[in-house]
């Protein structure tokens, strides 16, 4: 089955510093990776999409994401924090096995410190 | 403007009691989704619908129901509410065809006393 892994489940990062928040994917085929973000009482909103080509993914909000097949990685990453980065991150997966549905990585917490 | 809506977005209610939460959008899209959400943590699929009339079983067994009459409109509806249904209830969306993103509602916060 098609699944992600966040490893972390929070991640503390002082406001100017380069930051990553980690995911790993396994899945049967080609892969189709989403990172979104949750900010509190909110629901999710999407960042950025990986489904073929360029191995590096650029999002909303200054946000990247790196695509390693070798590693079966897809880390969310931005060259400099901000505070109002400060939120709850999730990966995706597309089940292309179970009706397209997609699949949530359990999130990482994102503290951005003043 | 296209956008999901859902309300209420805050509900107390007692034991017992019929709800329903209501999940409309303006997108367009043939896709809808409900996820139960606990705060802070991951998010559990319970229905989806691929277009009116169409409606599956996500992979959290739940005992709400819901319903697709209109393409916009995809509301949830729990009989018998009880404390174990205290969650968020997210509603999302999107294209049928293609590899795309899921567009989701703000949320609404159920609380059964």
């Known amino acids: 089955a098609q699944s992600v892994a966040q490893p972390e489940d929070q991640v503390n990062v002082a406001e100017g510093n380069p930051l990553t928040v980690k995911c790993t994917y396994s899945?049967?085929?080609?892969?189709?990776l989403f990172w979104y973000v949750q900010y509190p009482n909110r629901g999710l909103q999407f960042l950025l999409k990986?489904?073929?080509?360029?191995?590096l993914v650029k999002g909303s909000y200054g946000f990247e994401a790196e695509f390693n097949k070798s590693q079966t990685s897809f880390h969310l990453k931005k060259p400099s924090a901000l505070v109002s980065d400060s939120a709850l991150y999730f990966c995706a997966v597309r089940d292309m096995n179970r009706d397209d549905k997609i699949i949530f990585g359990k999130g990482t917490r994102l503290h951005i410190l003043p | 403007e296209a956008d999901i809506y859902q309300t209420p977005r805050y509900l107390v209610i007692g034991t017992g009691k019929k709800i329903t939460l209501e999940c409309s959008q303006t997108m367009g899209h043939d896709k809808m989704y409900w996820y139960q959400q606990d705060p802070g943590m991951e998010l559990h699929l319970i229905h989806y619908s691929y277009g009116v009339n169409s409606t599956e079983k996500g992979d959290l067994s739940s005992e709400s129901t819901v319903s697709r009459i209109r393409t916009e409109h995809f509301p949830l509806t729990l009989e018998s509410a009880r404390p174990s249904h205290t969650s968020q209830y997210l509603c999302?969306?999107?294209?049928?065809?293609?590899?795309?993103?899921?567009?989701f509602g703000p949320g609404t916060r159920l609380t059964v006393l």
């Open positions: 990986y489904i073929t080509g360029d191995n």
């Open positions: 999302a969306s999107s294209e049928l065809q293609g590899v795309n993103e899921q567009f």
């Open positions: 899945v049967s085929g080609n892969p189709y």
